[in-house]
């Protein structure tokens, strides 16, 4: 297994194993009293205790805050920060998925301001409120290979009084150490390991697809499409292949970069179910994937054909579009929203919640209520005409 030391977009170890630095880690980071933030499935997994035990070992005196759900709340946030100053904490260390590290970093970072979260929303220059010399460091571990919000400066929390999916954004939440360490992936079970999969390819594929200006972010999502081509169904077949396991880690945290060109329908579409319904965000996103590529044919046509070109895919938009639907069955997507358990009573209002969320303005085909409509439609009727 290749070991390297990264510096972008924040310094990265990178490896199986590395888990052994975390305490150095967080000295190197000035954390001596970390509040140690997971959900409930992962704290109690060995790999948790682990960790904890490794931080002890060096010193490092570390209290475990498990109250995370699958899809974060306000209310998280707020236990979280009542633990950290009660705690008289120092840092955080984020461990687990991507609820449990996007709670970690908006922990760290609310915990000091004195404006309520939703003020921090990534809308123009609202991160600007912020404090910036009371955000806490955080040392970012994942242990699935989806979101990639180890290498990224925002944190997707759901308003429980509106059910929606915010966005906070601050550039000082972006964690300053990342331990990406492949092993800590191998427990997870394959339906678990196809939805984050298939999240680091839906961040690849649609900030691949945006319609921005950003050559380099264009060719981290290139890169990251081929690497979940290549691994996802391997890792879904052996959760031990270490290799692939390494691959989609690299691809999740690639694709958390590249989106800074942007997203679009698949997840502006994915946010509002996912609060309404409580859906796994990857699998959300694999579901919604390709009637979002029907919708966006007309403007992304000849990039999908260079784009399959690249990763060893004939045919075109067809080809690649064919390549999409043959993964999902591989691994074990739903071909549409039924079977996720949605039914279409809130489409119309998932439609009007699709077409305001910011990652909207990144779809290649403008996206209003109208367009978000006929893409639920689909999703929902299985119907890729």
Known sequence: MTTANWSYPTAIRFGAGRISELGRACRTAGITRPLFVSDPVVAGLPITENALAILAAEGVEAALFSGVAPNPIGANIEAGIAAYREGAHDGVVAFGGGSALDAGKAIAFQQGQTRPLWDFEDIGDWWKRADADTIAPVIAVPTTAGTGSEVGRAAVVTNEAIHTKKIIFHPKMLPVIVIADPELT?????KITAG?????LAHCLEAYSAPFYHPMSEGIAVEGVRLCRNALPRVVK???DIEARGDMMSAAAMGAVAFQKGLGAIHSLSHPV???YNTHHGLTNAVFMPYVLVFN???IEDKLDRLGRFIGVDGGFDGFLKWVLDLREEIGIPHGLK???IDDAKADMIAEMAAVDPT???NPVPLDVAGAREIFRRAYEEDLS
Request: glycine share 32%; net charge negative.
């Open 186 to 190: 191998v427990g997870m079970p394959p």
């Open 196 to 200: 984050t999969g298939m999240d680091a």
């Open 238 to 240: 052996d959760g031990t």
């Open 274 to 276: 996912g609060a309404l």
């Open 297 to 299: 044919r007309p403007a």
């Open 339 to 341: 079977g996720l358990g």
């Open 360 to 362: 909207a303005g990144g």
